[in-house]
């Protein structure tokens, strides 16, 4: 029973993209033969600490473990929504659950949320929905807002607070009223499978993990979280662009090997290198920050942001139709946020009417910057090449790709749109080092991962 | 404290506590389940959380020499592992001439020529040690591979010796900043343990035992102060060491409760960015 139950779940993270191995699976098992899996935390802890071996896949983990190990409830009943059932003691309940949340009672918290669920999320049978829909019905009706007011007022009755004490005894409560959130979260979940099945649950709340989701649409709140990924990658950029043999040492130091040879009556037992400096990269990096882009263009920037501390020498470029430097707003110590209202309102990045015209921005690059590219200068472009049927001067690329050490162009377009409609990422392409599909972090890891900045003899040349 | 194994979380927890390492459950099953099951330990999260601290503590309670290989980019095998001592081997031969070749060779490639590094120490070591292998994503990912091992088999071949097995089984922890993605192969032979920022109750308890003469109030004060720092977007967030060090300042200075102006002119000592201390500060003028 229990194996077949794992079985699925494994299944289940799989699915979400999350890599379980077959080793992984045994020592899952091995490990829960020395754990008391009457108690759910500990079992959590155990099926964590043997499958899931990255911190970002946790939030998967955490609902997949909730769907397939699901607390047993009673289906909802199919029940018309016009039928109103019979009155309920809502105020019994809040005052109830008044009291648990100030005592912080968990166990009752829990069992208050079974009930809240049962009463007021009116939940309906066969339904195909995540259960976001009841959760925000059950919290409306349970009136959150005034339930933290009035757990706020009996704080405060306890005598006279400072403004620091209200402020934090209000966090901890907010932090409260989260987990009842969460518990009424699982509850909904556990009547979802008891309802729909666990294949069919996980199924409908499986979300794409964040090193996939598409950065052309991200969410705010996903654009957050990548914030957190892009610091451990732009390290790893400097330290892939910075190094160009794999070989550390340098040529042979013969009057090192000398000197080092008298203690060993003369024989030279152990050569002595020149140690090689790495070269320090010049990078150039030119963002199209237009309307088509916007949400690819803040990720950008946030990269941007997090790889101008990895670099003494980089240089920053918004575009649409005009190109300006932007490296400045990039400042260490400055905020991101600050920044990007900077950039909005002080980079003069708009020529005409706010369309990308990568043909512009380009020459207006090279005419402007061109100078300061050197044979140890990368430069990186990041846009879809959608020049909106402008002319796109591929030529200046060309010219560009000439002064510089490598040319690399990362597009956000899944890579079946490349040369349609208005595209030219085609006639850039032969010019570049390299072109990228980068719609997601987890391309763009590859990009990093894999990238092989050429050296100074073997440049490679423009295939055209 | 003697080395005996541990029969339940709930011991693994006790055992910590008692040489003042506060666990949650979490980390005392993870502990427990890697005893159990011989294996390696990957603890990750933010610095200053207590991932080095768990080892020492675990070396603590039971008693074992604690062996520590702090990495960083460059390591090799003949800092991890071992290195033959070719100076001493030549002079051997030197002192040697004219004996044959064969015994030579099978004499200079024996153990006494060999100097060991932290993993092959903790292989051969005749007592069960605490093997800590400190920030292990900053190596390079072709030299994990030199780890794979000693992870998975407890064991180092040396060509020109044979394989060296473990005598007794090592309890290892890796720790890793995450400023890397680990490999799947090193990962796969580890359980891993995520360590976040500790919620107020239990650094409340961290405070009370880590700071000698703290009383309850000024401890849970400070910790919930933390957690309302926290809660901002910043930088870097104050880690449990930083929150120790504050209420060791605070402690110093006198202070019996905290009031928002103690906050803006000790917050240097919590926060290491200005931007960060700037954006706290002015939270803090408000209330």
């Known amino acids: 029973m229990l194996v077949d139950l794992l079985g699925g779940f494994i299944q289940e993270l799989r699915a979400a993209g999350i890599p379980v191995s077959m080793v992984e699976t045994i020592d899952a098992m091995e490990a829960l033969r020395h754990t008391d899996i009457s108690d759910r935390q500990a079992f959590k802890s155990t099926l964590g600490a043997t499958l899931v071996k990255n911190a970002r896949h946790h939030a998967a983990f955490e609902m997949a473990f909730d769907v397939y190990f699901a607390l047993e409830r009673p289906a909802p009943e199919s029940r018309s929504a016009d039928d109103p059932s019979e009155p309920y003691d809502l105020d019994g309940l809040l005052a109830e659950l008044e009291e648990a949340l100030a005592d912080l009672d968990m166990a009752r918290i829990r069992a208050l949320a079974r009930n809240a669920v049962e009463a007021l999320a009116g939940m309906e049978s066969g339904r195909p929905v995540g259960g976001t829909y009841y959760l925000y019905r059950t919290l409306r009706q349970l009136d959150v807002d005034g339930l933290l007011e009035r757990l706020m007022g009996r704080a405060s009755a306890a005598g006279s607070v400072s403004m620091l004490e209200e402020r934090l005894t209000r966090e901890e409560l907010e932090g409260r009223i989260r987990i009842l959130r969460d518990e009424i979260e699982t509850e909904i979940r556990s009547r979802l499978v008891a309802d729909r099945g666990r294949e069919a649950v996980a199924k409908t709340l499986r979300r794409p993990l964040i090193e996939e989701t598409d950065l052309m649409h991200a969410t705010r709140s996903d654009l957050e979280a990548l914030d957190e990924l892009i610091k451990p990658l732009t390290r790893k950029m400097a330290t892939r662009l910075a190094r160009r043999r794999r070989n550390k040492r340098g040529r042979l130091d013969f009057r090192k090997t000398m000197r080092r040879s008298l203690s060993t009556g003369g024989v030279p037992v152990e050569p002595q290198f020149k140690s090689v400096h790495p070269s320090r990269p010049e990078v150039f ?180 | ?56 503590s675990l070396a603590k309670v039971h008693g074992r020499r604690l062996i520590r290989l702090q990495c960083y980019e460059g390591l090799d095998e003949s800092k991890a592992l071992y290195e033959w001592n070719y100076k001493k081997q030549l002079l051997r031969i030197q002192a040697d001439q004219g004996t044959d070749w064969v015994d030579l060779e099978s004499d200079i490639f024996s153990e006494e020529f060999l100097l060991t590094r932290p993993l092959l120490e903790a292989i051969r070591s005749a007592d069960p040690v605490v093997l800590l292998i400190d920030e292990v994503d900053r190596v390079e990912i072709e030299t994990e591979a030199l780890l794979l091992e000693v992870l998975s088999e407890f064991q180092v071949s040396i060509p020109e010796l044979g394989t060296v097995a473990a005598t007794t089984q090592p309890l290892v922890v890796l720790t890793s900043n995450n400023t890397r993605e680990l490999s799947e192969a090193l990962k796969r032979r580890c359980l891993f343990l995520h360590i976040g920022y500790p919620d107020p109750d239990r650094e409340r308890q961290i405070i009370l035992a880590r700071v000698d003469g703290i009383d309850e109030q000024l401890a849970d004060q400070v910790s919930r102060i933390v957690r309302s720092v926290r809660s901002h977007e910043l930088k870097k967030p104050p880690s449990v060491s930083e929150t120790i060090d504050w209420a060791r300042t605070l402690l110093t200075l006198g202070v019996t409760e905290i009031e928002p102006q103690t906050v803006a002119e000790t917050l240097h000592v919590l926060l290491k960015y200005q931007s960060d201390i700037d954006r706290v500060a002015a939270e803090f003028a408000d209330s």
Request: with cysteine; glycine share 6%; net charge negative.
């Open chain 1, 285 to 464: 990096l030119l963002c199209d920050t237009s309307g088509s882009m916007a949400t690819f263009a803040r990720f950008t920037l946030q990269f941007t942001y997090a790889m101008a501390s990895q670099f003494s020498k980089l240089r920053s470029f918004a575009f649409i139709d005009a190109l300006d430097e932007v490296t400045a707003f990039f400042e260490p110590g400055v905020d991101f946020a600050a920044a990007l209202r900077r950039i909005a309102t002080e980079a003069s990045v708009v020529y005409l009417d706010g369309h990308s015209d990568y043909g512009r921005s380009l020459e207006q690059f090279w005419t402007a910057y061109g100078g300061f590219l050197t044979p140890r200068s990368i430069v990186i472009v990041t846009g879809d090449a959608r020049t909106n049927y402008r002319d796109p001067r591929p030529e200046v690329l060309r010219e560009i790709a000439e002064a510089a050490r490598a040319v690399y162009w990362l597009n956000p377009e899944p890579y079946a749109y490349w040369d349609t409609g208005d595209s030219v990422i085609g006639r850039y392409r032969p010019h570049c080092t390299e072109v990228r599909e980068v719609r997601n972090l987890r391309q763009l890891e590859d990009f990093i991962e894999s990238v092989v900045v050429p050296t100074h003899g073997a440049k490679v040349r423009a295939l055209s």
């Open chain 2, 1 to 56: 404290m003697s080395d005996q194994s541990l029969s339940s979380p709930a011991e693994v927890q006790d055992a910590l506590r008692s040489v003042d390492y506060l666990s949650d459950d979490r980390i005392s099953q993870v502990v427990y389940l890697a005893e159990r099951l011989s294996k390696p330990v990957l603890v990750e999260g933010p610095a200053g959380v207590g991932k080095t601290e768990l080892a020492k």
